[in-house]
């Protein structure tokens, strides 16, 4: 059965984002992935640029480890966030950081395909500077971008339609990979 990880980078509990994660894995599930969502947290440090992941692995001990394990074992992830100030929240951004192991270590066990699922508050936000952020990432680990769900105008509509626009693009942009 294939492994989907969904990080969530919202510090909101039920908002938005997260309400976006759980449908993505039922969804996903529904597809025959088995999923684990993972909330981050402030237990996720920042990196500290200290090289010392060039051995394979970050020498900080915090909740990071649980997403490395969890990332290993992935065939897709799913990276969530709210847009804070046009880019993506400082939880998954820290998150994002911390794979510089993978960087220094490019044969490391990794999903082969990433999406995005981004909201905003704004009517007319700014998706574009999380995107490049989600994208180089997934160049320097070594995997196939699918793209970005961008759910503009929450502060108005709470997240009404939400849930459809999820499911439709989780199941256009997976079908479509699984078909390559």
């Given at each position: 059965m294939p492994a989907a990880l969904?990080?969530?980078?919202s510090a909101r509990e039920d908002g938005v984002t997260e309400r976006m994660c759980r449908t993505a894995s039922e969804t996903l599930e529904s597809?025959?992935?088995d999923t684990v969502s993972i909330r981050?947290?402030?237990?996720?440090?920042?990196?500290?640029d200290c090289g010392l992941c060039r051995g394979g692995r970050c020498v900080l001990d915090d909740a990071m480890s649980g997403i490395y394990e969890e990332f290993a074992k992935a065939d897709l992830l799913v990276l969530a966030t709210p847009v804070h100030f046009s880019g993506p929240s400082s939880l998954i951004k820290s998150a994002v950081d911390r794979f510089q192991p993978y960087w220094y270590n490019r044969g490391l066990s990794h999903p082969s395909?990433?999406?995005g699922l981004v909201c905003a508050g704004s009517d007319s936000p700014r998706f574009?500077?999380?995107?490049s952020i989600f994208r180089a990432f997934c160049a320097t680990?070594?995997?196939r971008w699918l793209?970005?769900?961008?759910f503009p105008d929450t502060?108005?509509?709470g997240g009404e339609g939400a849930a459809e626009a999820v499911e439709g693009f989780i199941r256009s942009a997976v079908g479509a990979s699984a078909e390559q």
């Open positions: 969904i990080l969530c980078g597809m025959g992935y981050i947290t402030d237990d996720v440090s920042h990196c500290r395909v990433a999406l574009g500077p999380t995107e680990v070594g995997m793209g970005q769900l961008e502060d108005r509509n």
